[in-house]
Nanobody, 115 residues
């Protein structure tokens, strides 16, 4: 099995930056794609960015050019560098891993952007 542990959330002013980290442990050999999702109050969870094991990336349009996803396979960690943050980026951010055994989610980390 795979376990995911997110960190790096917090409170930041609009225009600021944060970096989220998601460390994987357990059966890491089984992990293919990893990604970040977010869920704002009263809204559905949505894809933010995804990175494949080969480091190909894909982003949702609303964050393109502001967020960067990266992956360090030697550390079994995926990062989300967030810049030029806006109040509408406020949400709980979840890490997700697609594994041989199924989909695994992290517990989530809160990101709050004040105006």
């Amino acid at each position: 099995q795979v376990q995911l542990a997110e960190s790096g959330g917090g409170l930041v002013q609009a225009g600021g930056s944060l970096r989220l980290s998601c460390a994987a442990s357990g059966s890491i050999f089984s992990i293919a794609d990893m990604g970040w999702y977010r869920q704002a109050p009263g809204k559905q969870r949505e894809l933010v960015a995804v990175v494949t094991r080969g480091r190909n990336t894909n982003y949702t349009e609303s964050i393109t050019g502001r967020f960067t996803i990266s992956r360090d396979n030697t550390k079994n960690t995926v990062y989300l560098q967030m810049s030029s943050l806006k109040p509408e980026d406020t949400a709980v951010y979840y890490c997700k891993a697609d594994t041989r055994f199924g989909v695994v989610w992290g517990q989530g980390t809160q990101v709050t952007v004040s105006s």
